[in-house]
Structure formats: C-alpha cells, structure tokens
C-alpha cells in the first residue's frame, strides 16, 4: 500500500523535497493511524523546508508539524476507529513523520480529538499558530488581564498567529491594536476585529528602556527590539507573551519594564505543551474562536503547493493561515 507524502530529503547539506509515492511500510511505529485529511504550513514549517531552521533532525523525512484526520485504526486508549483528531509539534516534523501525507502513524498521546464545532479543515485553519494565539490569550487572562485593563496590542498581526489572536481577543471583548508592516491590509484586520492599525515599523528600530505607558497586555509573534519596545511601553502590572521571532531571536531590552512597573514577561510554547495545556486550549478555542473570522483567514492549497507556500511565508508575503489539503 502506498500514499502521496511529500519528503524532504538532505544531499551535500542542500535539503529538497519532492511529492512522491510512500510505502505503507515505511511509517514510523505508533499506536494509532490517521488518514490524514489536512496540514498546514506554519512558520517553523517554513523555516524546515528552507533548512533556515534546524527543525528536521532526520532524513528522509516527511514533514509538517500539523495534521488532522480520521483514525484508520488504534491500540490507544480513548482513541478510536473514526475518531476525528489533531495533532500538532511534538516531534512531527523532528524526528517523526509529519503531516504531509496522505497517512500518519503516530503516538495517541500526541492527539486531541477535534473539538465541536470544528471540521479536520478548521482545525488545520487553525494549526500550531491558532492554537499559539489561544496559548497566549489563557496566558493574559492568567495574568490577570482583563478588557476594563486597556489595550492589547498583538505584532505580526497579519500573520496566522496575529490573524488568530486578534480574532480571539476582540470577541472577548478586549481593544485590539494590531501592529503590522502591510498597513495597506488594513482592512482585512479591523474585519478579524482590531480597533487600530499601527506601523510595525514604530517598534522595531532600537528604543528607550521604558516609555510612555501603553498596552495592558501584548501577544508578541515577533521578538527583537519589537519585543523589547513593547515591554518598554507596557502598563503598569502589564503581561506581555512571547510567543517568536519573525523579527529576530535576540532581546535587546533592560530590566526596567520589570522592576519598575512590574511588568510580566509570559513565555509561550506549544511544541512540548502539556496535554491538559493543549486540552484547554483547544476547548476554548471551540469555544471562543467565530468561525467565519476564521474562514476569512486561511487559504486552502495542495501538496505539491508546499514548497512555494514555504518560500513566501519566510518573505513575509502570506496573510493568515495557509491549509494544505493532502489528498
Ligand atoms: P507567519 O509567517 O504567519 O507570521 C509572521 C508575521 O510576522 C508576518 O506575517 C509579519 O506580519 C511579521 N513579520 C515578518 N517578518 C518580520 C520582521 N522582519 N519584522 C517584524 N515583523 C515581521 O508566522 P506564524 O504566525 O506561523 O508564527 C509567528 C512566529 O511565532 C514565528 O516566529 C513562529 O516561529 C512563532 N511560533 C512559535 C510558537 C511557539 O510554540 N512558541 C508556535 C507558533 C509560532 P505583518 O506583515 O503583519 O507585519
């Protein structure tokens, strides 16, 4: 038995992929397979198939950190014969067969079943970057952020987990500013929900340690000087997530934001987040997250699509959320 994947493989340093005819057999062990139908192409995805990111640790490799799609068959608890589930990061993509492909065979502790409302599509809509943006949102509200608390601004706003979050954010009744390079896509994110649209630009060159006090609360996609001149314009008992690196992975910040107005700095991850963590992110997200919005965000491709998908998002040229339908 084979399906379609598409594989990476590693030749002289030089990482290429190509779709192609994969046997049944050559499927990693795990307790559960899924016929997959859909991924999607994230950031890290996209630094994967560039090999800008050290992400496949092994070759070949089918990769792809998402997937959704029905349960083929399954020795797991609790997981069974047709359920409906996702899958995202661990080591998809790392040392294990990712999303890519027509089937996957993987760890039942790695799934959560996909929750009401959602189809396997909106569940790849979402993807490691939506189930980021609900990570950070549950970080706010753990700190304690509420909307009376101010403003909220979100950077790489018109990217999956900026698109995601202010969605999430401004039906919880939070004021959303977003902070974006493509100031003409404007438009797209006051329909997610954003009450202002700032030039990412006024927080990316080098700032001052502390300034005028502005954001209740942060979802930070990007890093750099962005991270650190949004810490410096955070509120007095402010939480700031920090959830990438668009910009870049250093932080060139000091620690006054922190001793002087007692600023929080949440670090978020999803990759090795525990499964009651991912459990209750991906309920809210059933629960909060307005589907039209989120069908508003994403872009529906095909496999062979993948690599030039890839190219684009590293250019920064990719709104929302890209899925990838496999078959
Ligand atoms: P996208 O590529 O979809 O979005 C990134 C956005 O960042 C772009 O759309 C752009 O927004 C902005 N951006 C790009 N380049 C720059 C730059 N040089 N300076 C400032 N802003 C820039 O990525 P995702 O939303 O999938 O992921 C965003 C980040 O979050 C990535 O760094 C990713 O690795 C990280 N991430 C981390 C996770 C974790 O577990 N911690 C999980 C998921 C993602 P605009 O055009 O609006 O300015």
Request: hydrophobic content about 40%; some cysteine; glycine content about 10%.
């Amino acid at each position: 038995m084979t399906f379609k994947a598409l594989v990476a493989t590693r030749e002289n340093e030089a990482l290429s992929t190509k779709v192609t005819d994969f046997d049944d057999a050559d499927l990693m062990p795990g307790d559960v397979t899924v016929s997959v139908d859909y991924s999607t192409v994230n950031y890290k995805d996209a630094g994967a198939l560039s090999g800008r990111i050290d992400v496949i640790k092994q070759f070949p490799l089918i990769p792809g950190i998402d997937l959704a799609g029905t349960v083929e068959a399954s020795s797991y608890p609790g997981i069974a014969v047709g359920d409906k589930v996702v899958a995202n990061s661990w080591g998809l993509s790392q040392t294990h067969h990712g999303g890519y492909a027509q089937k996957a065979r993987l760890s039942g502790e790695w799934l959560v079943k996909v929750p009401k409302p959602f189809s396997t599509k909106d569940a790849m809509a979402i993807g490691t970057a939506g189930y980021t943006a609900m990570l950070c949102v549950l970080a706010l509200e753990h700190g304690g952020i509420t909307p009376d608390r101010g403003d909220i601004i979100v950077t790489g706003a018109n990217g999956g987990v900026g698109s995601i979050a202010i969605a999430l954010l401004s039906d919880l009744g939070y004021r959303v500013v977003a902070s974006t390079g493509r100031l003409e896509e404007a438009d797209y994110l006051r329909e997610l929900g954003a009450a202002e649209v700032i030039d990412r630009h006024t927080l990316s060159e080098p700032g001052k340690p502390v300034a005028s006090e502005r954001w209740a609360g942060a979802v930070d996609s990007v890093g750099s000087h962005t991270l650190a001149n949004v810490l410096a314009q955070t509120r007095y008992r402010g939480v700031v997530t920090a959830c990438g690196l668009a910009q870049g992975l250093d932080l060139p910040a000091t620690v006054l934001p922190f001793i002087l107005r007692n600023v929080t700095l949440a670090g978020i991850d999803s990759v090795n987040a525990p499964q009651e963590v991912r459990m209750k992110a991906w309920s809210r997200l059933a629960r909060d997250l307005d589907l039209s919005k989120l069908a508003r965000t994403t872009t529906v491709v095909g496999l062979a699509d993948v690599p030039d998908i890839a190219r684009r998002v590293l250019e920064g040229k990719i709104q929302g959320r890209t899925v990838v339908d496999v078959n």
